[in-house]
């Protein structure tokens, strides 16, 4: 991914997070009420549906960059945020709704997915109703910058999740590829989370485009670990269904590192799997992924990614987000920690 070097800031002891939480808990429980208050929006036929999407398990984590991204103070809810916030977690939550069909899963956050619940025809609609109001609240800003930040990065999210879709069973996918679709599909929400939260909470453009970089770094980082959970997470606790993206003939970052290195004979068998020429064999790619080091591979690739979201607001250390923002990473490199084989 990013070649960027290691940065003082990245390099730094890490930053006490935990008490992060704490802090958070107020926006948050905000958020939760903004949200559940906006179910009477929709059509009395499908509140219920809004509803098993619109829950509270989730980790929020976009809602939380908005947040952070504007941190003014403990104690200080500012409502902007708080509808910002439920703007990018609704055109999340859709993403997710639509993942979900084309991915085939059973399980998100420990219960049944929408296209489980109410088949995939019907969760399709469900995840358009959830965008169309994402953008129907974010035309109550008193001005139009915010609905276009939102509309261009919501047509960037489903470009990109078009482009993997498309290349799904193929193997004619280099790391620039890869890199273009982790770019659209998942940090390009980042990125627009942390713009929108240092953007409203009325900071100066210089914080607000550090900002923004930051979120788009921590985006790409956050879906290269995403990709390793597939492989190495453990499905009782993260919470979904897992090992869906070699059935599904999608080229991630742990799957390009293993053709990488398999031998001719091995990598035309796997060529096999991911094209659906045969069926895969996931222990098998397990096992091969640790014997040949595919893991500290990618996860290298993370903290990379972590140490140029570092590098990018290390001229604001004085701005209150900024420690907060930082934290981030480090939760990151230790959920990623986790993940590591035991050998």
Do not use: N
Request: glycine share 6%; net charge negative; hydrophobic share 45%.
């Amino acid at each position: 991914m990013s070649s960027a070097a290691a940065t003082p800031a990245a390099s730094a002891q890490p930053h006490a997070f935990a008490g992060v939480f704490p802090l958070l808990a107020p926006h948050l429980a905000e958020l939760d009420r903004f949200l559940h208050g906006q179910i009477a929006a929709f059509e009395p036929e499908i509140r219920a549906m809004a509803d098993y999407c619109i829950d509270t398990s989730g980790k929020r984590i976009r809602p939380a960059l908005v947040f952070l991204s504007g941190w003014r103070g403990p104690g200080v809810v500012m409502p902007d945020l708080v509808r910002v916030s439920a703007v990018v977690e609704l055109v999340h939550l859709a993403t997710l709704v639509h993942d979900d069909i084309m991915d085939e899963a059973d399980v998100r956050r420990s219960r049944r997915t929408a296209a489980r619940e109410y088949g995939p025809t019907a969760a399709v609609l469900l995840g358009d109703a959830l965008f169309a109001h994402a953008l129907h609240l974010a035309t109550q800003f008193p001005t139009t910058e915010i609905c276009a930040a939102v509309s261009d990065s919501t047509r960037k999210v489903c470009a990109g999740e078009i482009v993997q879709t498309l290349r799904r069973g193929s193997t004619s996918i280099t790391l620039a590829d890869y890199q273009r679709i982790v770019d659209l599909k998942t940090a390009e929400l980042f990125r627009v989370s942390c713009f929108l939260g240092a953007r409203l909470a009325g900071f100066e453009p210089g914080y607000v485009d550090a900002a923004s970089r930051f979120g788009r770094h921590l985006g790409i980082a956050y879906q290269i670990y995403d990709d390793l959970v597939d492989f190495f997470g453990d499905e009782a606790r993260i919470g979904k269904t897992l090992g869906t993206d070699l059935a599904s003939g999608k080229l991630t970052l742990p799957l390009l590192a293993l053709l990488e290195r398999l031998p001719p004979a091995d990598r035309a068998e796997l060529t096999a799997e991911i094209t659906g020429r045969r069926p895969s064999q996931l222990a098998l790619r397990l096992q091969q992924m640790r014997e040949l080091g595919v893991f500290a591979a990618v996860a290298e690739s993370v903290h990379t990614e972590l140490a140029a979201a570092a590098a990018a607001v290390q001229e604001w250390p004085d701005h209150p987000p900024v420690p907060l923002l930082l934290g981030l990473g480090d939760v990151l490199r230790a959920q990623v920690a986790a993940l590591r084989p035991r050998t």
